[in-house]
């Protein structure tokens, strides 16, 4: 048997931080309208889509740090791009900047969320790992902030039923960490969508920055090959406001194997025919994760934040 779903991920390239959302809209229906002319079932857009990375800089004033997020979703800005969706049949995933009153206070996340091709809003996360620091970091002329301008999410790595199979999700750094996958893949993933802004520069020591393409890459199969899934990514890519972050983005198969990969850093479609049976045999042999996974030896994954170190 074989659930086939044509998928896309739309990578965009820089936005500006003086571009105004329905600028940033207007790109985003471009993208769907092209996905629909593919005949493309979902989109994955990438993360913090409607902004430019904010937390490249330091920003003070808390009234312009909220300037980037967003209070609704969709809201008025954004309910252009919901609309189109409906209307063209798309689902698709895009990332956000979420400012929400939550148990009597304001609180800030890095959001993400899958809505439906009728334009329902399946499910939402919030983006577990945080990278970058919450001081800026001396003599570095870009920063990243997330810690200080976003909590990490609290709402575990929930999965949906939807596009005929079950579909997670994450964000950004998350893809780097084996847990982001293992939970999802434990409540039968088939498909990790995932956006993402990563600057080449992340440490500015050159011999680790100048493998970020490849560490991107690395995570990515290795999460869709140990978890048995389909991972579709979407860069947010190009030189914006000076940061040069890395396009590459793909889809890759449960096999490990990359179907598709974007071969620029502007705004660009990638697609793929996904079938959501490829796993399966890898789940009833190498993964078979209930007969194979022993659980009672791995309880320092769970209990433990940081090494400790034998005497
Ligand atoms: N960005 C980056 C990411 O995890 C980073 C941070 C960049 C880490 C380069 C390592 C190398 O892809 C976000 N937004 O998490």
Redesign the pocket.
């Given at each position: 048997m074989t659930r086939l779903i044509n998928l896309a991920c739309a990578q965009m390239g820089p936005i500006a931080r003086s571009d105004s959302r329905p600028a940033v809209v207007r790109r985003q229906i471009e993208l769907l309208r092209e996905a629909k002319g593919r005949g493309v079932e979902f989109v994955v857009f990438p993360?913090l889509a409607f902004t430019t990375?904010f937390p490249r800089w330091l920003i003070d004033d808390q009234t312009e740090i909220d300037g980037f997020f967003e209070r609704e979703m969709p809201g008025p800005e954004t309910h252009p791009l919901f609309d189109e969706a409906k209307r063209l049949g798309i689902g698709f995933y895009i990332g956000y900047a979420e400012l929400v009153a939550e148990d009597g206070r304001m609180r800030r996340f890095n959001t993400s969320i899958i809505v439906s091709a009728d334009g329902e809003l399946v499910g939402k996360y919030r983006k577990v790992h945080l990278?970058?620091h919450a001081e800026p970091v001396e003599g570095r002329t870009s920063q990243?902030l997330?810690k200080r301008y976003f909590e990490p999410g609290n709402l575990g790595f929930p999965v949906w039923r939807t596009l005929g199979g079950i579909t997670g999700m994450c964000i950004?750094?998350d893809?780097?960490w084996p847990e982001t996958y293992r939970v999802m893949a434990l409540q039968g993933a088939e498909l990790v969508c995932v956006g993402?802004?990563?600057?080449?520069d992340?440490t500015g020591v050159f011999d680790f920055d100048q493998l970020?393409g490849f560490?991107?890459q690395l995570s990515l199969q290795a999460g869709a090959y140990q978890n048995a899934t389909w991972v579709a990514a979407a860069a947010k890519a190009g030189c914006e406001e000076g940061s040069n972050m890395i396009g590459l983005s793909m889809i890759v198969a449960p096999s490990g194997q990359i179907v598709a990969m974007a071969s620029t850093t502007a705004d660009e479609l990638i697609t793929a025919r996904c079938d959501l049976d490829m796993g399966t045999l890898y789940k009833r042999t190498i993964f078979d994760f209930s007969r194979h996974r022993e659980p009672s030896q791995y309880k320092l994954i769970v209990e433990r934040k940081g090494a400790i170190l034998p005497d």
């Amino acid at each position: 048997m074989t659930r086939l779903i044509n998928l896309a991920c739309a990578q965009m390239g820089p936005i500006a931080r003086s571009d105004s959302r329905p600028a940033v809209v207007r790109r985003q229906i471009e993208l769907l309208r092209e996905a629909k002319g593919r005949g493309v079932e979902f989109v994955v857009f990438p993360e913090l889509a409607f902004t430019t990375f904010f937390p490249r800089w330091l920003i003070d004033d808390q009234t312009e740090i909220d300037g980037f997020f967003e209070r609704e979703m969709p809201g008025p800005e954004t309910h252009p791009l919901f609309d189109e969706a409906k209307r063209l049949g798309i689902g698709f995933y895009i990332g956000y900047a979420e400012l929400v009153a939550e148990d009597g206070r304001m609180r800030r996340f890095n959001t993400s969320i899958i809505v439906s091709a009728d334009g329902e809003l399946v499910g939402k996360y919030r983006k577990v790992h945080l990278p970058g620091h919450a001081e800026p970091v001396e003599g570095r002329t870009s920063q990243h902030l997330e810690k200080r301008y976003f909590e990490p999410g609290n709402l575990g790595f929930p999965v949906w039923r939807t596009l005929g199979g079950i579909t997670g999700m994450c964000i950004c750094n998350d893809r780097r960490w084996p847990e982001t996958y293992r939970v999802m893949a434990l409540q039968g993933a088939e498909l990790v969508c995932v956006g993402y802004n990563t600057p080449d520069d992340h440490t500015g020591v050159f011999d680790f920055d100048q493998l970020t393409g490849f560490h991107h890459q690395l995570s990515l199969q290795a999460g869709a090959y140990q978890n048995a899934t389909w991972v579709a990514a979407a860069a947010k890519a190009g030189c914006e406001e000076g940061s040069n972050m890395i396009g590459l983005s793909m889809i890759v198969a449960p096999s490990g194997q990359i179907v598709a990969m974007a071969s620029t850093t502007a705004d660009e479609l990638i697609t793929a025919r996904c079938d959501l049976d490829m796993g399966t045999l890898y789940k009833r042999t190498i993964f078979d994760f209930s007969r194979h996974r022993e659980p009672s030896q791995y309880k320092l994954i769970v209990e433990r934040k940081g090494a400790i170190l034998p005497d």
